[in-house]
Structure formats: structure tokens, C-alpha cells
């Protein structure tokens, strides 16, 4: 099977014997995935190290969680990949926090309350969310969750993915009149 190419079913099946503690079905599911999380990773934090640390991390959580899947949350592959965005995006975070004099600019970014994709994955229409947001291109997709569910600038944002600013928020303008149009009745 290529990587191009990723039978969900079988998928479905493996991470059922990973929630059980199945090693060699861990093994096989690395097999058929690893490569394309890190190729997710890799473009998102534009560092082999960290994107080899995210997509060790990321694993890590998906044998931890396996078990936690549903088919409700979308297709397995669907549902790793996003495991794959989230870690890569927590480890860009943090190493930015760790480089950077403004810790304490980014401790108060962070308040504990819902953002507004929070709240909106809450939501009954929660699975349209979710499904319209796959169908945005991974930079629209990444910027967005970025600034609205992480709550970054878009200066921030910039920085964070290493590309211009007129760049990223073109990105999140276009994303977001994709994501009205998916969306609308």
C-alpha cells in the first residue's frame, strides 16, 4: 500500500487492537501513517528535530488513546493527522515561549476561557465544522485553528510559521470565507 493510498478500514481495525495494548498492530499502524504525519509535521514546523519530536509525541498519544476514537470524530487517518497538527503546533509554541524573552506575554494569551472553535465544536454542528475544516487546504486549515483556537496574533502567527504576514492573513481571510461558505444552509 502507498502512502498515497491509506485503506481507513484497515485502519479502524488496527487502532481497535492498539486500544487493546497490541503492539504489533501499533507497529503496523506506524508503518502505514507514520510517513505522511511526518510530512504533516515537518511542513508545520519546517525543523526535522521537531517534527520528529511531534510525531513521536503524537504517537505516544494515539497509543494512549486509541481506545477514545469513534467513527463520529471522522476517519481514523483524519483523526491521527489532527493528533499529529495539535502536537506540532504545542511543541512550535513552546519552543517559541522557551527562545523567547516574552514568557510572560505568552502566559497571558492563555486565559481558560473557550475560544470561539471551541465553542463552535460544541455545538451541535460540530461534524460540519469538523468536516468543513478538512476541506480547507492544511495552511488555511492550521492558520486558523492557530489564531482562533490558539489564540495567536497574526504577527504571532508569522512568526510561528516562518512566512510573511500579508502571507497568513490572506490565508486565515481566505480559510474563513471558505469556512462560511462550507457552512451556510
Known sequence: MSVGSVNQDELMRLLRRVAARDRQAFEALYGQVAARMFGLCLKLANQRELAEEALQESFIQIWHHAGEYHSDRGA??????????????????????RLSDSDDQLAQLEDGRHGPLDESLRRDGANQLTGCLEQLSDVQRDSILLVYYRGLTHDELSAALSKPIGTVKSWVRRGLAALKRCLEP
Request: glycine fraction near 0%.
Open 76 to 97: 481514523p487517518l483524519a483523526w491521527m493527522m489532527t493528533i499529529a497538527r495539535y502536537r506540532t503546533l504545542d511543541l512550535i509554541r513552546a519552543r517559541r515561549a
